[in-house]
């Protein structure tokens, strides 16, 4: 997942920066965003699952939100307006790319 998303990133990035250099650093930075959110997403339900402890969960999550929602906005004062879409196109291209292998592995068997 991690790795398709960093190649994803690397060229959308790249095609992006002719129209605006800080959609493609939005871009980048949303993908990045999107791992780091998906791998403490992961760590937090196990977390959940191993101590049975709700509250624990309930910050982290609000962390995150709080964290990953405040970029886009950043990224939007200094940009184009449509700076916000970039950062969100990358924050979830690692849960689309994990869903489709996800999927794929399901199919297969």
Same mark, same amino acid.
């Given at each position: 997942?991690?790795?398709? /998303?960093?190649?994803? &990133?690397?060229?959308?990035?790249?095609?992006?920066?002719? &129209? /605006?250099?800080?959609?493609?650093?939005?871009?980048?930075?949303?993908?990045?965003?999107?791992?780091? !959110?998906?791998?403490?997403?992961?760590? /937090? !339900?196990?977390?959940?699952?191993? =101590?049975? #402890?709700? #509250?624990?969960?309930?910050?982290? /999550?609000?962390?995150?939100?709080?964290?990953?929602?405040?970029?886009?906005?950043?990224? &939007?004062?200094?940009?184009?307006?449509?700076?916000?879409?970039? =950062?969100?196109?990358?924050?979830?291209?690692?849960?689309?790319? =994990?869903?489709?292998?996800?999927?794929?592995?399901?199919?297969?068997?």
């Amino acid at each position: 997942m991690a790795a398709w /998303s960093a190649a994803f &990133a690397l060229v959308a990035g790249s095609l992006v920066a002719f &129209a /605006s250099p800080v959609a493609a650093v939005a871009l980048v930075v949303g993908t990045s965003c999107g791992v780091l !959110n998906a791998l403490l997403t992961m760590r /937090s !339900n196990e977390r959940l699952l191993d =101590y049975r #402890s709700v #509250s624990p969960f309930i910050v982290s /999550s609000i962390l995150r939100i709080g964290l990953f929602g405040i970029l886009p906005v950043e990224f &939007a004062l200094h940009g184009p307006w449509w700076t916000m879409a970039a =950062y969100f196109i990358g924050f979830f291209t690692p849960f689309a790319l =994990y869903t489709t292998l996800v999927a794929r592995d399901f199919r297969t068997g």
